[in-house]
């Protein structure tokens, strides 16, 4: 449980890291947006260092989580309702990503 929550809280890092130069870029917002975007970022790439194993196999993981914590943003600032078809994607997703991270040692 652990893991899946850092490796949420890592996702989420990476969505607003790139959600805010999206929102300047694409809805004319405020340059400014960069600034938290950039913390966000860093932030994302050290929570990456907060797990124990390989960073390789971390990285791999890690894309099934992000599947999982986009298609909630999606729902929840996007305003959009994943499908079934997303639903069954996240699936398969976190059934990679728990190969990986849980395989025996």
Do not use: N
Not at 26 to 47: D, M, N, V
């Amino acid at each position: 449980m652990k893991t899946f929550l850092l490796f949420a809280a890592t996702a989420l890092a990476e969505i607003v890291g790139c959600y805010l130069p999206w929102l300047w870029l694409k809805q004319g917002r405020s340059p400014w947006l960069l600034l938290p975007a950039a913390a966000s970022l860093a932030l994302f790439a050290w929570l990456l260092t907060l797990h124990e194993t390989a960073a390789g196999r971390v990285y791999a993981a890690y894309g099934g989580v992000y599947i999982g914590v986009a298609l909630v943003w999606l729902w929840a600032v996007d305003g959009v309702r994943p499908t079934a078809w997303d639903a069954a994607g996240v699936a398969v997703a976190l059934a990679g990503m728990g190969l990986i991270m849980f395989q025996p040692r």
